[in-house]
């Protein structure tokens, strides 16, 4: 995983509230685009740079492209992250 990408990809609110909409399941690129007041152009950047990061999946079928979180890059990073709460509880004891 390229932390780079992931905290990149993060910093954006558009992309983390893309996230969030899609915690709720799997949604065509138009649904996703619908919901923001952007243009497609814009939403479909948004889309690559979360894909790029790995912290979303695409799924093609027929004419339409479906996307949904990759968890296992989250669960990953949260595993990374993780590390440094172990070192704020040894520093509060």
Do not use: C
Request: proline share 1%; aromatic share 10%.
């Amino acid at each position: 995983m390229a932390f780079e990408d992931t905290f990149k990809a993060l910093s954006d609110p558009v992309r983390r509230d893309i996230l969030e909409t899609l915690k709720q399941g799997r949604l065509s690129a138009g649904e996703i685009a619908d919901r923001y007041d952007l243009s497609r152009a814009t939403v479909s950047y948004h889309l690559s740079q979360l894909k790029k990061a790995d912290l979303i999946v695409e799924e093609k079928e027929k004419n339409f492209i479906y996307y949904e979180i990759n968890t296992s890059v989250l669960e990953g990073l949260m595993l990374w992250l993780s590390q440094f709460t172990e070192v704020l509880h040894e520093r509060e004891s």
